[in-house]
């Protein structure tokens, strides 16, 4: 049985796919990256903007025609709309076969086998798991957050931590089998609490793996940012010297809108601290424009903010209205026309600055870590988690901490050679 896994959304979605497969892989199903060499077509969702809520549904709309010439193909939704929209999605599409939510992930490969009556063959024409360089492990699931304008504590429910022998083993095992960078996830790895542990004491424990050469973890709610996380990102060689700090807009007004328990002025005092502990840190960060009552003002602080932190990364959303949310009751008064001009205004402003970053790193000597490798080009990333492509590089390096002198930049990415 040969399956296709198709994921939107974020790394914890990725992170989802990944876990499915290698349960899969258990019932010696095969991974398979053409749609018309799967008899299972699994698609794995997201809930979080209605953008991405209408990628899926085009994509089971092609899958639809494909199932007309093949109707043995069976299509199984999974995910954050598996989980908000359930039964209403086969209702509306005939050819799914199958919807999970996200609960349960853990029985999910076995319910994909049962719908797909099985039967194993034999186990040696099949492929082992392929080993991973970079490795994602979930450590809390959920949100108690309540942002203002955001589905994922509806969805995916309240925060629950996950036990930390279990993560610490799931890590061991990662890096016995190869993997060299883990990144840890949460929707605020920061609240992260099993018993006696908490997120400072897990990553300590987590960087004492032999093997284990970096360490990422994604997101942090501001407001949960500790002096002793700071502290020990600073202090711990393998973390690295990134992080993604959502600030989602500079006006104070909006701030408290979205409920998001923080004011621009202590965001600011946050990104002094990790400069001033970690001056080499990288900061990247998630921004809403054209949220309820949005004033020009109230995006020019955004954009003044922008300017003014120069952030290393940024994702800029139009904000969309979500069911359930406190802010879907507020009016949508931002016009569409107002958004896309004001998410491209922010978007310019942020390639600008990027630029400017990337190219003050030419010339210098980067350590990387390669976990790619296409057209004879490797692919890589630095510590702050930019993007190095060598190109002419031979394969054997593929996995390996390098240092690589950087000739060339571009908007985001690096391109450099290795310093033998
Ligand atoms: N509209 C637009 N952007 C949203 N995000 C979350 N909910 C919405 C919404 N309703 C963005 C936030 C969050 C990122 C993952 O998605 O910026 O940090
Ligand atoms: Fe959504 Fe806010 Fe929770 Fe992030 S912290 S998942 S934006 S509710």
């Keep these: 049985?040969?399956?296709?896994?198709?994921?939107i959304g974020c790394q914890m979605n990725v992170c989802e796919s990944d876990t499915l497969s290698e349960a899969l892989s258990d019932y010696e199903m095969l991974k398979v990256s053409n749609v018309s060499d799967a008899d299972i077509i699994i698609l794995n969702t997201c809930s979080v903007r209605s953008q991405?809520?209408?990628k899926a549904f085009s994509y089971i709309g092609r899958i639809e025609d494909l199932k007309k010439q093949n109707p043995n193909v069976k299509v199984v939704v999974i995910g954050c709309m598996a989980e908000r929209l359930g039964t209403k999605i086969r209702k509306r599409f005939k050819s799914v076969d199958l919807v999970l939510g996200i609960?349960?992930?853990d029985k999910f490969?076995?319910?994909?086998?049962?719908?797909?009556?099985?039967?194993?063959?034999?186990?040696?024409?099949?492929?082992?798991n392929t080993s991973q360089i970079i490795s994602y492990v979930t450590i809390i699931r959920g949100c108690n957050n309540f942002c203002s304008y955001c589905v994922v504590p509806f969805v995916r429910g309240r925060e629950v931590s996950l036990d930390n022998q279990t993560i610490l083993n799931q890590c061991q095992k990662f890096v016995q089998n190869g993997t060299k960078e883990i990144m840890l996830l949460g929707?605020?790895?920061n609240?992260?609490?099993y018993g006696q542990t908490n997120f400072v004491s897990l990553v300590r424990d987590i960087c004492k793996i032999d093997g284990l050469k970096r360490l990422r973890f994604m997101t942090n709610h501001p407001k949960d940012l500790s002096d002793e996380l700071i502290e020990?990102?600073?202090?711990?060689?393998?973390?690295?010297?990134?992080?993604h700090l959502p600030m989602q807009s500079g006006s104070n007004k909006i701030l408290k809108a979205m409920n998001r328990k923080y004011t621009y002025e202590y965001y600011l005092e946050l990104v002094y601290k990790l400069r001033t502990k970690v001056p080499e840190i990288s900061i990247t960060t998630d921004i809403i424009v054209g949220f309820p009552e949005e004033t020009d003002k109230d995006f020019n602080d955004t954009f003044e903010a922008i300017k003014n932190i120069r952030f290393d990364g940024l994702y800029v959303f139009k904000y969309s209205p979500r069911p359930n949310t406190k802010a879907s009751n507020m009016l949508d008064d931002v016009p569409l026309e107002e958004k896309k001009n004001r998410l491209s205004i922010i978007l310019n402003e942020a390639n600008k600055i990027s630029s400017e970053i990337v190219s003050s790193m030419v010339g210098k000597t980067l350590e990387v870590l390669t976990d790619n490798f296409y057209d004879n080009t490797l692919e890589a990333k630095t510590k702050s988690g930019r993007k190095v492509f060598i190109k002419n590089a031979n394969k054997d390096y593929l996995g390996k901490i390098l240092n690589v002198c950087i000739e060339e930049s571009k908007v985001h990415s690096l391109f450099g050679n290795i310093v033998v």
Excluded: G, P, R, W
């Design 52 to 54: 991405a809520e209408q």
């Design 187 to 189: 929707q605020n790895v």
């Design 109 to 128: 490969a076995l319910k994909i086998v049962n719908l797909c009556k099985f039967n194993t063959v034999n186990s040696d024409v099949l492929v082992n």
């Design 1 to 7: 049985m040969k399956y296709l896994i198709e994921t």
């Design 103 to 105: 609960k349960d992930i």
């Design 191 to 193: 609240s992260y609490k």
């Design 232 to 243: 020990l990102i600073a202090n711990e060689k393998k973390i690295c010297h990134h992080i």
